[in-house]
């Protein structure tokens, strides 16, 4: 199976040589759109956190999202720190979220001095289960945030999530870092929160290099949230007011522009994400992990389960030492050594899924 499958890879991204093509786990696609972009905006002299190119990226990830409001930000870290600052996080608040995410969601508790608290997946969606959201809230009534996120794209059950936080009376963030492009009952995902975040890292649908994203459908928040990334200066022709502490989070121009030339482009790499996933399904059958009921996914990360650890190792082993990037999901937050005294509910899901789970080629980089 392990060497049917490096060929499989192979034949797809059409590099054969097993010595010398390297396949990544997910690259970017540029072509000239991408050069002239970046080129103009390197002329305009505009290249840092001023420039009519943010203002520009902001509206079109907007209006995509089908948000009123997108606030640009240097990274998806930074604005999902943002958004749960905004959502009145704070010192020694308690957050619950996933044990299965990128550190980026814990790490964004603790730069608010919060404690993260991580409760179980579902096995279907990968995302933090309702079910076991709801038993943890009935009998933990100190509990502020929840941050939800949708793995490798796949939209978790985001509806259900709402209604229970609102049941509780705690905030919801969404973590969208890995789901631009993922749609859950018809509507993007990042509409269920009073503030989102999306990452446009290098391994992203749609990378700006480094940059992130804020999503809002209020627009004080997402005012508050533009003010918080500009050093909450004043505005003013010349004078340097600052009305409370502020951070440096602004998506610089030239990120910007990346941007704007890879969103031109979205719908195509979406839709050959969708075509890799079908011909992975076809090839892996019942053990390719298929988007969720419901949703619309972007199949970011495209992954597939094998039948335990042991398994698992050798597959990566396998494709590894070929030159065919795999990777096995994170380690469980709950089991790193900064979160390993953090509460926690059941976490048999994420334990289960840790265990099988292996992250194969991805890029929408096939001809
Ligand atoms: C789930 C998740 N949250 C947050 C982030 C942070 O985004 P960034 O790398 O842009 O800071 C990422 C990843 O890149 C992520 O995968």
């Known amino acids: 199976m392990y060497s049917e499958t490096v060929d499989f890879i192979r034949s797809i991204y059409n590099k054969n040589k097993k010595e010398d093509d390297f396949i990544a786990l997910h690259e970017p696609c540029f072509d000239k759109t991408e050069e002239d972009k970046v080129v103009e905006c390197i002329k305009s002299t505009f290249v840092?956190?001023?420039?009519?190119?943010?203002?520009?990226f902001e509206e079109k990830i907007a209006q995509f999202c089908?948000?009123?409001?997108?606030?640009?930000c240097v990274n998806g870290t930074n604005a999902l720190h943002l958004a749960l600052k905004l959502a009145g996080v704070t010192r020694g608040?308690?957050?619950?979220?996933?044990?299965?995410?990128?550190?980026a969601t814990a790490n964004?508790?603790?730069?608010?001095?919060?404690?993260?608290?991580?409760?179980?997946?579902?096995?279907?969606?990968?995302?933090?289960?309702?079910?076991?959201?709801?038993d943890y809230l009935k009998k933990h009534k100190d509990i502020k945030a929840v941050v939800p996120m949708h793995?490798?794209?796949?939209?978790?059950?985001?509806?259900?999530?709402?209604?229970?936080?609102?049941?509780?009376?705690?905030?919801?963030v969404e973590d969208c870092a890995e789901s631009l492009g993922s749609f859950y009952k018809g509507i993007h995902t990042g509409n269920w929160a009073e503030g989102s975040a999306i990452s446009f890292n290098g391994n992203k649908v749609v990378t700006t290099g480094g940059g992130g994203m804020l999503l809002f459908n209020d627009e004080k928040l997402a005012q508050h949230a533009k003010h918080l990334t500009t050093q909450a200066k004043i505005p003013h022709r010349w004078e340097f007011r600052h009305s409370e502490i502020g951070y440096n989070y602004r998506m610089p121009n030239l990120n910007a522009s990346l941007g704007l030339a890879q969103l031109s482009k979205i719908n195509l790499f979406l839709e050959k994400k969708r075509a890799l996933a079908k011909k992975y399904e076809e090839f892996f059958k019942e053990?390719?992990?298929?988007?969720?009921?419901?949703?619309?996914?972007?199949?970011?990360?495209?992954?597939?389960?094998?039948?335990?650890?042991?398994?698992?190792?050798?597959?990566l082993t396998y494709t590894n030492d070929n030159n065919v990037m795999t990777r096995p999901c994170w380690c469980l937050m709950n089991e790193?050594?900064?979160?390993?005294?953090?509460?926690?509910?059941?976490?048999?899901?994420?334990?289960?899924?840790?265990?099988?789970l292996v992250n194969i080629p991805s890029g929408a980089n096939y001809a």
């Open 151 to 172: 793995t490798f794209g796949h939209p978790c059950k985001i509806d259900e999530i709402k209604e229970i936080c609102e049941k509780y009376n705690v905030k919801l």
């Open 48 to 56: 840092s956190s001023v420039g009519q190119f943010v203002v520009e």
């Open 93 to 103: 608040d308690k957050v619950i979220t996933q044990p299965l995410t990128f550190i």
């Open 108 to 134: 964004a508790i603790k730069y608010c001095d919060a404690e993260p608290v991580f409760v179980d997946i579902d096995k279907e969606t990968l995302g933090l289960s309702p079910e076991k959201l709801e």
């Open 336 to 356: 790193l050594e900064m979160f390993k005294n953090c509460e926690k509910g059941n976490l048999e899901n994420a334990k289960y899924i840790e265990e099988r």
């Open 66 to 72: 089908n948000v009123k409001k997108a606030v640009a």
């Open 287 to 315: 053990r390719f992990f298929k988007e969720p009921k419901n949703a619309k996914s972007n199949y970011w990360l495209q992954a597939i389960l094998l039948d335990n650890r042991k398994q698992r190792d050798e597959f």
